[in-house]
Nanobody
Framework: QLQLVESGGGLVQPGGSLRLSCAAS????????IGWFRQAPGKEREGVSC????????VYADSVKGRFTISRDNAKNTVYLQMNSLKPEDTAVYYCAANIIGGSCHLIDFGSWGQGTQVTVSS
């Protein structure tokens, strides 16, 4: 079974930081690009970031560039999203997903999703 579990969300004040984790079980992350997505209430899910299987390539949405950093530790079978300088508009449920096509962030089919973790940015 291919499983992803997000963790690390919570309530944080504007300007604060959180680190989200995406842990895989049932498969190794080594072969897959992993994406982070978010969905705010009443809004469609949007892409936030992606990291290639090796960690050598990363992409970010314009809205988070310079504030968020995606990374991975394949030995721990985990992908992280470091979120700094958080803004209220970052409030959403954050999901990670595995690119079932392979290790690139440019040839993609995010067909395996986690359950999400809530991030709330509020004073």
């Amino acid at each position: 079974q291919l499983q992803l579990v997000e963790s690390g969300g919570g309530l944080v004040q504007p300007g604060g930081s959180l680190r989200l984790s995406c842990a895989a079980s049932g498969f190794t992350l080594d072969y897959y690009a992993i994406g982070w997505f978010r969905q705010a209430p009443g809004k469609e899910r949007e892409g936030v970031s992606c990291i290639s299987s090796s960690g050598g390539s990363t992409v970010y949405a314009d809205s988070v560039k310079g504030r968020f950093t995606i990374s991975r530790d394949n030995a721990k079978n985990t992908v992280y999203l470091q979120m700094n300088s958080l803004k209220p508009e970052d409030t959403a449920v954050y999901y990670c997903a595995a690119n079932i096509i392979g290790g690139s962030c440019h040839l993609i089919d995010f067909g395996s999703w986690g359950q999400g973790t809530q991030v709330t940015v509020s004073s």
